[in-house]
């Protein structure tokens, strides 16, 4: 049985930084595409950021670009992280990181990833 974990959410002042990270049990996904997402209080969820396979593509949705950055770590029950500089209050949401359960394929979308993990909450304070 797979769990996607993500973990190092918390409450912060704006200005400052977090680094999310995501584990995956169950099996590897070490050459999976993954992503971040968030979903604010009354607010659909949306796309955060995105990596390849490979972890040679990225992608940022505008609202983060230039502040966070995620990348991928292929060491043991490890995914991904997301490092989140410069928070802002507009950044707190709840944190979800998923998984596309093919191998060798470039980030799409949210409807692409068959894995989600249950959330890590920031809030960031004004």
């Known amino acids: 049985q797979v769990q996607v974990v993500e973990s190092g959410g918390g409450l912060v002042q704006a200005g400052e930084s977090l680094r999310l990270s995501c584990a995956a049990f169950g099996r590897s996904f070490s050459r999976n595409a993954m992503g971040w997402f968030r979903q604010a209080p009354g607010m659909e969820r949306e796309f955060v950021a995105g990596?390849?396979?490979?972890?040679?593509?990225?992608?940022y949705s505008d609202s983060v670009k230039g502040r966070f950055t995620i990348s991928r770590d292929n060491a043991k029950n490890k995914v991904a992280y997301l490092q989140m500089n410069s928070l802002k209050p507009e950044d707190t949401a709840v944190y979800y990181c998923a998984v596309d359960s093919r191998p060798y394929r470039e980030y799409s979308s949210a409807e692409a990833m068959d894995y989600w993990g249950k959330g890590t909450l920031v809030t960031v304070s004004s």
């Open positions: 990596i390849n396979w490979s972890g040679g593509r990225t992608y």
